[in-house]
């Protein structure tokens, strides 16, 4: 079955980074397009960032644009979130998932979800 593992959140100062990596488990992620999403508490789940399977398209949200930046390791089946100049706003659980085909950025059409990683960022 296919599988996504987020890992890498955890606690940060305002101005802070971490990065999130997303470990996929079958070779098929290889093609897919990868997507980060958050979700704050008692607000819906936005999009982040997503990157094609070649790589050479990303898009963002205009609320991290020049903050965050996504890659992936096609060779290991990882997808990667850098996050920079954190603010509080950015604390939310954050999920990684993939999109059979384009780059969307509705999360209705992506396949397969990781379980999240939470990340809160304080003032």
């Known amino acids: 079955q296919e599988q996504l593992v987020e890992s890498g959140g955890g606690l940060a100062q305002a101005g802070g980074s971490l990065r999130l990596s997303c470990a996929a488990s079958?070779?098929?992620?290889?093609?897919?397009?990868m997507g980060w999403f958050r979700q704050a508490p008692g607000k819906e789940r936005e999009f982040v960032a997503a990157i094609t399977w070649s790589g050479h398209n990303t898009v963002y949200a205009d609320s991290v644009k020049g903050r965050f930046t996504i890659d992936r390791n096609i060779a290991d089946n990882t997808v990667y979130l850098q996050m920079n100049s954190l603010k509080p706003e950015d604390t939310a659980v954050y999920y990684c998932a993939a999109a059979g085909r384009g780059l969307p950025t509705n999360p209705n059409e992506y396949n397969y979800w990781g379980q999240g990683t939470q990340v809160t960022v304080f003032s």
């Open positions: 079958k070779r098929t992620f290889s093609t897919y397009t």
